[in-house]
């Protein structure tokens, strides 16, 4: 009776929540054109103009929002950039209604997002579908933005990678392995995606589904449908432009992410 009246993914979501105001970042929305509202965590509006650090956009991928998948980054990025991460369209509390789906309608609300809060220089982070994203905004807007990490993301997939991983995953749609509805989909996922095997019983499984999988999916298969990149062979992408001048490099230890001035 207690397992079907408490949520944990609820639970750690308010945990994940306090993490980042307590990095010093304040949940936020904003409108940024007629028919879409962005929301993201970022800097205090307050903050006065010597506060200010590097500006750093860090974009979530196809599945759980941008506090579930950045928390941990937000901790050790935070001294040392202004953090912007937000829900990307139809993801968490970002929404829209436009009929707009590809990824570069979401670079487009991502970049009007920046402008909205007075950013006009920027370096950005995108991990799986975030990276998409992140390509698109930098091939848009390259005097806009610094530095681009693409991370975990096939940007220069063929039609036939869409294949491959579905053999791998052994259903027959891609929406089954990316949009799962049971908890034997999530585990098909999981075990893609991560390399630690552990076993995590149904009812959380179904649980986190429930809360982060559910919402907007008709949506969110649509925004699978509407991936621009992806669609020729060869690829159809170009090289990002490289800014020369000071780097940033972000290196991994045990204990997570931290950045050194290069």
């Known amino acids: 009776m207690v397992l079907s009246c408490l949520s944990f993914v609820s639970l750690y979501g308010s945990f994940l929540r306090r993490s980042l105001a307590a990095s ?17 965590w970022g800097p ?16 979530h991928g196809f599945g759980p929002h941008g506090v579930w998948q950045w928390r941990q980054q937000v901790s050790f990025l935070a001294p040392h950039f202004d953090l912007y991460v ?11 209604k436009s009929s707009e789906r590809s990824e570069i309608f979401q670079a487009k609300a991502i970049g009007n997002l920046m402008e909205k809060v007075g950013v006009s220089k920027y370096s950005v982070v995108g991990t799986s579908y975030g990276g998409f994203v992140a390509y698109r905004i930098a091939e848009m807007w390259p005097e806009r933005v610094d530095k681009v990490v693409i991370a975990s993301s096939g940007v220069n997939m063929k039609p036939k990678d869409n294949g491959e991983l579905l053999k791998r995953a052994k259903v027959e749609k891609i929406e089954e392995l990316l949009l799962p509805e049971t908890a034997a989909q999530l585990r098909t996922l999981m075990r893609l995606a991560a390399s630690n095997r552990i076993y995590v019983p149904d009812f959380f499984l179904n649980d986190f589904i429930d809360k982060l999988y559910c919402e907007n999916r008709k949506e969110k298969m649509e925004l699978l449908k509407g991936l621009a990149l992806g669609k020729h062979d060869p ?18 230890d045990e204990e997570g992410i931290a950045c050194t001035s290069a």
Do not use: M, W, Y
């Open 24 to 40: 010093g970042l304040s949940s936020q929305s904003i409108d940024v054109d007629a028919d879409t509202t962005i929301h993201f």
């Open 44 to 59: 205090n509006p307050s903050l006065s103009s010597t506060q200010r650090k590097s500006p750093l956009v860090l974009l």
């Open 86 to 96: 937000p829900d990307l369209v139809f993801f968490g509390e970002s929404t829209s």
């Open 235 to 252: 690829p159809n992408i170009s090289p990002l432009p490289q800014n020369a001048g000071e780097e940033c490099i972000i290196r991994s």
